[in-house]
């Protein structure tokens, strides 16, 4: 009787720290995501999903980075890995919420590492770098919000799947 409440709390520490974890990978997208090598110049993970563009000197706009379906996919994975893991707390879904939780959260993870190959950089931005005989992606690097956001995200993904585990 007493081994079974011990895997209990287990499962509620497991499942806790999830939920935790992964609100702080969400948290991480406000971070930057993206980065131009050997410059300060960075974009957020919402500036890498959803385009970013400045208004210039000359009135008009632009266009740096456009939308990234795979970058939002990787936001949108984590939101649904804690919605599951929440639902999985509460007792609806059980064993399927958690395990529903933990992939989505690890491929998140592994998406947040993929932020460099899912941004989709302007044409117009691309073609000045090219003009100088690179590629715009050779020069971009993985900024400390996607490396921490991909860190957490499988932190809480093996812990939703231990969470599997331990539930019988």
Do not use: H
């Not at 899912?118 to 715009?136: K, T």
């Amino acid at each position: 009787m007493a081994k079974k409440k011990q895997s209990n709390n287990v499962g509620q520490i497991l499942t806790l720290s999830a939920i935790l974890l992964g609100i702080i990978a969400f948290v991480m997208v406000f971070l930057p995501a993206v980065a131009i090598k050997d410059s300060e110049t960075a974009y957020n993970g919402l500036q890498v999903a959803f385009g970013y563009s400045e208004e210039n000197i000359l009135g008009g706009t632009t266009t740096y980075l456009q939308f990234s379906f795979m970058n939002l996919l990787t936001v949108i994975l984590v939101l649904v890995g804690v919605v599951f893991t929440v639902l999985g707390m509460l007792g609806k879904g059980s064993k399927f919420a958690n395990l529903i939780s933990g992939v989505s959260f690890i491929v998140a993870g592994v998406f947040f590492f993929l932020s460099v190959a899912f941004c989709i950089p302007e044409e117009g931005f691309s073609n000045i770098i090219g003009f100088f005989g690179g590629n715009i992606k050779d020069w971009l690097v993985l900024g400390v919000g996607a490396i921490i956001g991909g860190i957490l995200s499988i932190l809480a993904g093996a812990a939703c799947l231990g969470n599997v585990v331990l539930k019988k």
